[in-house]
């Protein structure tokens, strides 16, 4: 299977990104597939479209890592539907992540406004 | 990766099926939700289905990524491969049946030969720990030949040394056995068993423990002629004494003494030596194993073989330094400068370094020639892989274009070769393996033993085979799959168009692999022709006597303790007896067998003239010999006379000279007359004779009056009127009844001749087989390419024929062009071997390497046969049918 080098870049960037959203999004609630797509869209008021189907690629790499495990049930309407929910691995790992991110943002926000008051950071 | 993940990734691999169908399922039931969702929206039910499709994106793609969580994708990718590979391998029989049995054969070959030299050569003695064994040589600081030890030298070395933790020693003989017990053996001469002479501690240097009773005690390294004991070894004592169980303890009469067998060696050690040893007995008993030989107390008798155990650690240029000193202290200050003395300390191996730069030459060839023999293969297979490739060529077009990388092709056609490589070198080793075992006791000189080698199926060799079949694979598959798997296709169908062309194939990498196949066949052709034609030419070597209707008598009367008063007796009655037999022209006695395998050499000093120091180099040969020896070998005696009973009886000091001796130190003068040695005539000179080496001429010899010491070394030579074989039974008994008791061995004089013609027979027996498989591989070859090429232009010679061609004009279409090919690969082939067959040297005694009937012979032959080749396939294309031909598009 071929890929152009630069979509595999674009994945490899946005993995990591996507991992700790789908997480976060756990954080609220088992959820299914779709559910975390939808939300992640809802939530980020649009901004992120993602494409449902790059979810579920991330979705077995977070399994393997076992921070979040699987349930058949059936969904709001209805349907059987796979259900995701986070475990105490993945809650630690999302704090985890969070903090660094905060930290990533917080250092680029410096980078850029470097005249903000240090009492503005988190 | 983690352990941990790499532990998770595994569990999940072994449930990838459920996972697979797993996520088929989430994922239909996501889009199921999308669609409802849609729905709800208001848009029809096609619409919602292709707007869900659009939301979630590419579902193949999702599938793909996700599934690399649970499956190792190179392995995955790896067994595909194989899986695939396999499926095309059994699609095609013909061609992986072919190209397996070409390999096998290739590969085969190749692996039986590095087999046998990695055994004979590098292959670890079979001993305990054989990294610290070492092999002791004297060695000159001259010339650089590893010689053997004395046996006062290998004891003072023995006793004085640090660096070893044991230094043994060891020498071959030839001892008679005559009793088993009590039973005595059905045979005048006895049975002679290859006999180990070795040191006391020979078995416990070398680790070899006994499977029965025990190997030697110090006690019987001390005293000569003490330690009558001997240790069986295991194939002896199965074979000759039927693995009697209560044999340590029983005698066997050896050389008329009785020896008490003490022990019996494991099984697969049968010494350090390529002969297989029957016996051992201690080095003490040398005065009985070799009568009259006083070599345990001769400093200047250098006969012996050393080998050692080194100490931890210590190198063996330590070893080395250390025994040099040692030796040159030993010394005799009187004989020569003693720091030329020099001890080698080489590893432990069955053969010396001497014997394997004398091996060499031989071995490199014969290498090349499997080599080339493996590259005709190859060519072959490449050919055949190459057509196949072009008819695979929609499939892999197709898959050029839905996507697959060039490099992910050409891995998978490289994973085909590699199989059908490795299938073919399995094949091939196992075979070669099996042959060597099974005919490498049958490969010896006659009247010798085999070789002691145990070839098997060991890691180097097993190592080398599936080496040499990647290699192989590579060799012959790359280009094949580069060629296939060519970006642009649709260049590579235009080159094999099936349309009306006058030369529908422009491979020209086909044809160069013919041509290349055609001359390295050529080459080995001639070599085997050149070595063939050698031989029979060294069958009709004239060696200067006549060595038919000659018998010769061994009577080894020192055994009996004959002194030289009896002896000279026996020999006057047995020479009077033979001379009355009928059918006995002639009768002499010499001290020496001509071509035997061992002989004299003197310092020859003409009287006349002030010694030079050209004249002691000078090596001469000397016989001892009695009245009738000349008529007996029917040598002539050009000038002067022979030696008649009156010089014996007068104890003469004369002698007979050769020719070449003649010509060497009195040139254009008569050397009759003229002294040497302080006061020993010249009376007669003799045609010169090959005594020593059937393949030197010009040899000096001297030959001396028979005197009473020499009695009882004497050799009697009878010359028959008819063959000799007759007189065999009548000779031996009378031999036998005038020295009761004496062993007696009576053989035919061209019986010696054998053992020298039998390297070049090996030689030419073994190219003429590998010559054999190049041409059948290079015919192989030239029908595969015909034939191809004919189905290619099927169409075309429709054409011609519907226009009015004759069988002649098609037949010479067809076989032009193949034709054509193998002339140039002949002519190609022709210029090497001329280059080449200087390599061939020693083997060819004598005959030009550019022999003109074998090249021109070969040649013709070659050009035959492969018109026969190409005759198959071209009365096919004779055969069609102008109408079917046309119809095939």
Redesign the interface.
């Known amino acids: ?2 890929r152009p080098a630069q979509t595999r870049e674009h ?1 490899e960037l946005f993995q990591g990104t996507l991992d700790l959203l789908i997480l976060r999004t756990l954080r609220w609630g088992p959820m ?3 559910g975390i797509a939808k939300f992640i869209e809802q939530s980020s008021r649009e901004t992120f479209r993602i ?4 979810l ?2 991330a ?3 977070l ?4 921070w979040i495990v699987t349930e058949w049930g059936t ?1 709001s ?1 209805n ?4 259900f995701y929910k986070i475990t105490a691995a993945g809650r630690k790992q999302l704090t985890a992540e969070q903090t660094r991110w905060t930290r990533f943002t917080a250092a680029i926000g410096h980078i850029l406004h470097p005249s903000k008051p240090a009492s503005e950071e988190e | 990766m983690s352990l941990r993940r790499f532990v998770a990734r595994l569990r999940s691999w072994r449930k990838r099926d459920d996972a697979e169908s797993e996520l088929a399922d989430e994922i239909r039931a996501h889009l199921e939700i999308e669609e409802d969702e849609q729905r709800a929206t208001g848009i029809s039910a096609d619409e919602a289905r292709d707007a869900a499709r659009r939301a979630f994106g590419n579902v193949t793609l999702a599938k793909e990524v996700s599934r690399e969580a649970w499956i190792f994708r190179r392995f995955d990718e790896f067994t595909g491969d194989i899986r695939f590979a396999l499926r095309q391998l059994r699609r095609g029989p013909g061609f992986t049946s072919v190209t397996i049995l070409t390999l096998a054969l290739g590969i085969g070959v190749n692996t039986a030969i590095f087999s046998l030299f990695y055994t004979l050569t590098l292959a670890p003695l079979p001993v305990k720990s054989p990294s610290e064994i070492a092999d002791v040589y004297q060695m000159s600081q001259t010339d650089s030949k590893y010689g053997p030890l004395s046996y006062p030298e290998y004891v003072y070395l023995r006793d004085r040394n640090t660096t070893f933790s044991g230094l043994a020693a060891f020498n071959g003989a030839t001892m008679t056995l005559s009793s088993i017990g009590k039973t005595r053996i059905d045979s005048t001469e006895g049975e002679p068993l290859q006999t180990m002479l070795v040191s006391g501690n020979y078995f416990s240097v070398l680790g070899i423990t006994p499977t029965h009773g025990r190997a030697f005690l110090p006690d019987e390294d001390r005293t000569p002629g003490s330690a009558a004991v001997v240790v069986l070894s295991y194939y002896f004592w199965q074979r000759r004494l039927d693995a009697a169980p209560d044999i340590v303890g029983k005698t066997l009469t050896l050389n008329l003494l009785p020896y008490t067998v003490v022990g019996i060696a494991p099984k697969g050690f049968e010494g350090t030596i390529p002969n297989p040893v029957d016996i051992w007995v201690p080095m003490m008993m040398d005065g009985n194993a070799n009568p009259g030989s006083n070599a345990l107390h001769d400093r200047n008798s250098y006969f012996l073989h050393s080998i050692g155990r080194l100490k931890n650690g210590i190198q063996r240029s330590n070893a080395q330094s250390e025994l040099t000193v040692l030796a040159q202290q030993f010394a005799d200050p009187t004989t020569g400068d003693k720091n030329k003395i020099g001890i080698a300390v080489a590893p432990g191996s069955f053969v010396s370094p001497q014997d394997f730069k004398q091996g060499l030459p031989a071995g490199v060839i014969l290498m090349l020639a499997v080599a080339l023999v493996l590259l005709i293969a190859c060519a072959n297979v490449a050919n055949l892989a190459l057509a196949r490739g072009l008819s695979r060529q929609k499939e892999i077009g197709t898959r050029l274009a839905l996507g697959a990388s060039r490099f992910r092709i050409v891995r998978q056609l490289l994973t085909e070769s590699f199989l059908v490589s490795l299938a073919g070198g399995a094949a091939g080793t196992m075979i070669a393996i099996w042959s060597l075992q099974g005919f490498l006791p049958f490969l010896h000189p006659p009247g010798e033993r085999g070789l002691n080698l145990n070839v098997r199926l060991d890691v180097p060799t097993l190592g080398f085979a599936i080496l040499l079949s990647l290699l192989t694979a590579i060799a012959f598959g790359l280009i094949p799959a580069l060629r296939s798997s060519r970006h642009d296709p649709i260049a590579t169908l235009k080159e094999e168009g099936t349309a009306f062309r006058h030369r529908t194939s422009k491979s020209r990498l086909r044809s160069m692999l013919v041509v290349a196949q055609v001359a390295m066949s050529l080459v080995l052709l001639v070599a085997a022709g050149l070595l063939l034609r050698a031989l029979t030419k060294a069958q009709r070597v004239n060696p200067g006597f006549d060595m038919k209707n000659v018998l010769v008598i061994t009577a080894r009367v020192k055994m009996q303790n004959y002194d030289a008063k009896r002896g000279a007796e026996f020999d006057r009655a047995l020479k009077e007896r033979l001379t009355t037999l009928p059918g006995v022209n002639a009768v002499g006695l010499g001290a020496v067998v001509p071509l035997g395998s061992s002989f004299y050499t003197t310092n020859f000093v003409p009287d006349d003239r002030p010694s030079s120091p050209d004249d002691a180099k000078a090596s001469v040969n000397f016989n001892t010999v009695s009245p009738g020896y000349f008529e007996a070998l029917s040598i002539p005696v050009v000038s002067g006379r022979g030696f008649t009973e009156d010089d014996v009886a007068q104890n003469r000091k004369v002698a007979v000279v050769s020719e070449a001796l003649a010509n060497h130190f009195w040139r254009g003068q008569n050397p009759i007359g003229k002294t040497f040695g302080k006061g020993r005539e010249v009376i007669g000179v003799s045609k010169d004779v090959r005594s020593i080496h059937l393949w030197t001429a010009g040899d000096m010899c001297v030959y001396f009056p028979a005197t009473l010491n020499d009695s009882t070394a004497m050799i009697f030579f009878v010359r028959t009127s008819g063959d000799p074989g007759g007189l065999v039974r009548t000779v031996t008994e009378s031999a036998t009844l005038l020295a009761p008791g004496v062993p007696i061995k009576v053989i035919r004089l061209e019986d010696n001749l054998a053992r020298w013609i039998w390297p070049s027979q090996l030689g030419a027996a073994l190219s003429g087989a590998l010559g054999g498989l190049a041409l059948l591989l290079a015919l192989i070859g030239i029908y595969g390419v015909t034939s191809y090429a004919v189905r290619q232009r099927t169409h075309e010679i429709g054409v011609r024929m519907a226009l009015g061609a004759q069988n002649f004009h098609v037949l010479r279409l067809v076989l032009g062009h193949s034709m054509f090919l193998v002339g140039v690969g002949v002519v190609i082939g022709l210029a090497i071997s001329a280059a080449a067959a200087q390599l061939l040297g020693e083997f060819l005694y004598g005959l030009s390497a550019l022999d003109l009937v074998t090249f021109a012979g070969v040649s013709m032959l070659f050009i035959a046969v492969s018109l026969a080749a190409c005759y198959i396939p071209a009365r096919r294309a004779m055969r069609v049918e102008p109408i079917t031909a046309l119809r095939y598009e």
């Open positions: 299977m071929t994945l299914h597939g779709h494409e449902h189907g790059s579920y690629p979705l077995q790499r399994q393997q890592e076992g969904s309407n349907r059987r539907a796979k």
